[in-house]
């Protein structure tokens, strides 16, 4: 394994292009973040923008919140990838307005659409699977970001995807609830 950090070379921050579709480990990782990206969006059918903003539970969050936050995270760790912890704020550091930033990514704001929540997390997700169908080596590590969750020091792009994943599948668990409690549809089942 390797645990030489990604170079900043054009090389490096940029996919190559017209790479041959991924297969054995790659596209294992993408077909299981394709599942879980579907029962997200799923979520989603037949709902107004209005329905896509409500809370159904006592948290703060809502289906269009969800995929804006789950768009925000993969876009971010996309960027940690290539970029290393640079890319990423120094969560020990956050200003009061830092927080409400990050609070509105749970929420639809005024002027979101559902069409737009879901248009940018499609073009998010179109740069995270070019990035694993091209990136040469997923055991490249970068050092983690400054935060107070992490007990790790580094992580592997491998690592990164797994991640990318699980909070992927956590957040259509969430959403999957919210939306049976505004009308009773289910995901699954």
């Not at 983690?144 to 992490?150: I, Q």
């Not at 957040?171 to 089942?189: N, P």
Request: aromatic share 6%; proline share 6%.
């Amino acid at each position: 394994m390797s645990s030489t950090a990604i170079e900043t070379t054009p090389a490096a921050t940029a996919p190559a292009a017209a790479a041959p579709a991924p297969t054995g480990e790659r596209a294992d990782l993408l077909a299981v973040l394709a599942k879980h990206r579907h029962f997200l969006r799923f979520t989603t059918r037949d709902l107004t923008d209005e329905q896509a903003g409500l809370r159904t539970t006592a948290s703060e969050l809502c289906v269009g919140g969800l995929i804006k936050h789950v768009a925000a995270m993969e876009r971010g760790w996309a960027d940690f990838i290539l970029e290393g912890p640079s890319a990423m704020p120094d969560f020990t550091a956050m200003t009061e307005a830092d927080q409400a930033s990050w609070a509105g990514q749970f929420r639809m704001l005024p002027g979101e659409t559902l069409e737009g929540v879901l248009a940018d997390y499609a073009a998010v997700a179109a740069r995270t699977d070019e990035l694993v169908a091209t990136l040469p080596d997923l055991d490249v590590v970068q050092p983690l970001p400054a935060a107070p969750w992490f007990t790790d020091t580094h992580w592997s792009v491998r690592r990164v995807l797994l991640h990318i994943i699980a909070e992927t599948s956590q957040h259509a668990g969430h959403a999957d609830i919210i939306r049976e409690g505004l009308d009773g549809a289910k995901s699954m089942g």
